[in-house]
């Protein structure tokens, strides 16, 4: 344990007078309260512990161990100004920060009033907004890249004040539910386990941190095992320490994270090298697992008895207490009193958390959505202003979906100092002086959707990120946090994967596992679809239905310029997240094109569009089908009189289904058609809701026209036969309307 490192002849003051004895600058009131904590965090799992034998909490996952490194950082960093991104064994750390051992037992327990959740989440999971603790969620590593999207959040604001206040504006828009607080100095904190640290989305982190100089601070907590598996089996060389040391602008330390003087002591320099701005720190903290993984994990099964004596030695819990002792901080009466003080608050933390009531079963829904701000409402209904005439009177040229596009994105840039871009080749430079010495014209975007962009508002808000689709998506989550409004680009559907967990567990859960206590409401526009002769398998995937299947995630996909605009902008504004499809196919067609429609125009969600009238079949489609259904819709009115009423859905999730039955109860017959293959895609959930809720009204089965269950191949002769084609609509709608 770290002692004193301040010379003896130095403890005198000027006066003569004793100055109080400083352990790396804490005194010794510090450490009786660091002990408080550690004491604290031990006996909270033990209490866990001992209720999940009596199955009266239903999981446990304990800090036991970490309790050293933890306590240290709660010291070095400031609740409520910093912010924490911490792990499930950070018990310790939130404590420090101000969490009450009742509020842990309350998740515990799993009860309405853990104000982690509200039962949602299991225990170790924190989420405290006041205190700046982040919801964290199981995923090994998906918080890291968030950390790091925060820290980008704080310094936004600090660089862009004005972006910060809620404006008076006319409309309504996701800042009235987002407040901010920033301070310009403030460290993100985040930590992760020695196993997480070969998770990709960590090195996507260290890589971000490093190149953009942000002020986080990683902490790995190095127990030498991830679950059964040792460091040395994990990380190649067996030190993390040594494997990161390459990475710029970092400021490292290594440390013996049983002992919170030394960890403390490592913890400041890290802080400081953050806070005056020099970039990130890392803090490799070597530490004990006593516990074994978690309750449903037994260590005996792979570790010896002799490993597991000889990191007993080193326990923090015992280790701090006999240090104590030993500089005469407290005496045995004092740690006893300490102690039993801790045990009668636990105790009535405990009979207290054991009487809360548990969520009402009906309350599940609740913040899947923002409660604040509903996209389908008229607020977001808005109506296109009437186009400018020429002088010479003709009818101006429409304006294609890519031109509308990026117009929406301009628009909402000048209205809302919010809202920044980000994503692989977006930005129109990023070495800006060739654009400054008008060297090169810019890029904007292998599509050039965001072309201009930079040039207008600056590398602040539009650049290029790494090749890195988590750590797009993943950072964006973090800036949302914290009240910036990320409107970001995944180049190619087909590249979206890495960035799924992301997705998945974090971006669309994160308001609903919180309890409505953090929400992130990013926009992520991403390229999709097929009918690109030559796009094959990477270029040309669509897949909406794996991300229908998500919910808290609205999903949207226009088929033509004034709908990607009215539909763009209800995104921005809007206070979900939302994946906005845009089909490659559909940017510069002809099909579709229109005037602008002003820099409010707004469509809601969940509303369908009827594209052609009719009454003898309804047919349910949307993206780049809809031109292609249009068109086998008017050959067969031509040729056989059929009157098909075409419906383009523009938004999947939420979907129209009042327009849906209201056609089909008046046709009687339904096709859902899609670009997708044909099983388990978007199309099967259009026809079992058709079979459920209006199977009376039907003459016909119900039919889906789909790409075959195959990918995209490259041969344009290929790509005909796998994705559905005019003729084949054709022929299914001529089918179904004799049946
Ligand atoms: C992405 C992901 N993969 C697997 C798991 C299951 N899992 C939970 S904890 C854990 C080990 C983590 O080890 P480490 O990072 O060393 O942290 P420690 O528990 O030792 O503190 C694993 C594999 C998970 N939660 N998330
Ligand atoms: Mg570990």
Redo the contacts with the bound molecule.
Sequence with gaps: MATTKTDPKLALAANGAKKPKLYEGLTREQLIQAYRVMYTSRRVDDREILLKRQQKIYFQMSGAG?EGIGVAAGLALKSGYDWFYP???DRALCLALGVKPYDMFLQGVGAASDPSSGGRQMPSHWSYPSLHIVTQS?????QILQAVGCAEGGRYFARHPKAAPVPASTFVDYRQFKNVSFQGNEVTYVS??????S?GEFWEAMNAAALEKLAVVFCV???G???S?PVEV?TAGGSISRLVSGFPNFHFEEVDGTDPVASYAAFDRAVRHCREGHGPAFVHAHVI?PYS?SLSDDERLYRPDAERERDAQRDPVTRTQMFLLREGILDEKGINQLEKEVEAELQAAVDLALEALPPAPESITKFVYSPDLDPTSSVFDTQPVAPEVPADGKKPAGKTMADLITTTLRDEMRRDDRIIIFGEDVADCSREEYLKRKLVKGKGGVFKLTFGLQNEFGPDRVFNAPLAEAAIVGRATGMATRGLKPVVEIQFFDYIWPAM?QIRDELSVIRWRSNNGFSCPVVIRVAIGGYLTGGAIYHSQCGESVFTHIPGLRVVFPSNSQDAAGLLRTAIRCDDPVLFLEHKRLYRESFGRAAYPGPDYMIPFGKAKIVHPGTDLTVITYGAVVPRALQAAQKLEREQGVKVELIDLRCLNPFDWDTIAASVAKTNRALVAYEDTLSWGYGAEIAARLADQLFDKLDAPVRRVAAKDVFVAYQPILEDAILPQPNDLFLAMKELSEY
């Design positions: 970490h792990y499930y064994r199981s995923p090994t590593g998906s992760l386990g020695d196993g997480t640290s998770e907590q190095d127990n095992y991830a679950i598996v994990q697992r993984h967990m």
